[in-house]
Each structure stands twice: as structure tokens, then as C-alpha cells.
């Protein structure tokens, strides 16, 4: 039974900044690509950044320079450091990882911009 765990999610004045981070709970784990998506309200999910097995990540244009992700295989883990956050970055995120050769979802956690 795998399951990804996430933290981290808030509320947050306009400027200000988020860290995310997930974990993936299991035994005899094999994680390939990481990475974080979001909805917003009466919106399509979308993929904010991703990162490989080696480290390699990948932005969403909405996100470069903003958003930072981050893995460490040792804890089996993701992170997210957003900063300079704006009203439009509110959604629900999700974590998703590829595990022994399937992609699976944690439950999502609230970010909310507003003044």
C-alpha cells in the first residue's frame, strides 16, 4: 500500500511565501518522478513542477523563478519552497510520484493568497 503524505499548505498574504512537502509511505519502494500539481476553483488541475529520479527539474511558466522544487530520496520525500506568491496561486496541490511503475496522488493541501 502506497501512500503520499502532504504538509504545509496556508494562508498567506500576497508576496509572502509557502513550503510544501511530501512523503511517500510504503515498503519495497521504487520512486521515479516527483512532482506538483494544483487545482484551482473552477479550474482544470495543472502541473506546477516536476523533478526526475537525478534531480532534474521542470517548471510550469507560472511558476519559473517564483517556485523551487526539491527531492530527498533518503526520506522518500518532495518539496515545493514558493515564494513572491500571488492571489492566482491559490488552489489545492497536489503531490504525485511515480511508484514501483505507477503514479499516485496524495490528498492535497490548501494554498491560499489573499490580502
Known amino acids: 500500500q502506497v501512500q503520499l503524505v502532504e504538509s504545509g499548505g496556508g494562508s498567506v498574504h500576497p508576496g509572502g511565501s509557502l513550503n510544501l512537502s511530501c512523503t511517500v509511505f510504503g515498503s519495497h519502494l521504487t520512486i521515479s518522478t516527483m512532482g506538483w500539481y494544483r487545482r484551482a476553483p473552477g479550474k482544470e488541475r495543472e502541473g506546477v513542477a516536476i523533478?526526475?529520479?537525478?534531480?532534474?527539474?521542470n517548471y510550469a511558466d507560472s511558476a519559473k523563478g517564483r517556485f523551487t522544487i526539491s527531492r530527498d530520496n533518503t526520506k522518500q520525500s518532495v518539496y515545493l519552497e514558493m515564494k513572491r506568491l500571488v492571489p492566482e496561486d491559490t488552489a489545492v496541490y497536489y503531490c504525485?510520484?511515480?511508484?514501483?511503475?505507477?503514479?499516485?496522488w496524495g490528498q492535497g493541501t490548501q494554498v491560499t493568497v489573499s490580502s
Open positions: 523533478i526526475t529520479r537525478n534531480g532534474i527539474p
Open positions: 504525485n510520484a511515480g511508484v514501483n511503475g505507477m503514479y499516485s
